[in-house]
């Protein structure tokens, strides 16, 4: 699972999610995310996710990562008037390791 605080734009992310998309410590920054998708998905994401920070939305999208196929399954919430918000979801992906 991840979420992210849209006051601040930082991400929390789980452990596992954490090694899938390379990252040195469960908190960062959106394009410490995306950096690990594969270049021609990079807009795309970017672009989805862009989108869910400017209305209470659900989205999804399917990239390709360092460990083969990811799908992330999301929502975000916004409060207008506090100029809060926040996105949550998962993380899913196939498990090559058998």
């Known amino acids: 699972g991840w979420h992210c605080d849209l006051s601040t734009g930082i991400f929390s992310v789980g452990e596992m999610a954490q090694h899938i998309h390379a990252l040195e410590q469960s908190l ?21 996710l862009e ?12 990239t390709d990562a360092s460990t083969g196929p990811l799908y992330c399954i999301g929502t975000s919430s916004i409060d207008a008037k506090a ?13 090559t390791d058998r």
């Open 28 to 48: 960062c920054g959106l394009l410490d995310i995306i950096r690990g998708y594969a270049e021609n998905h990079r807009k795309i994401v970017l672009s989805i």
């Open 51 to 62: 989108e869910a920070t400017a209305s209470a939305s659900s989205f999804c999208y399917c």
């Open 83 to 95: 100029a809060t918000g926040r996105m949550q979801g998962i993380f899913a992906f196939s498990n």
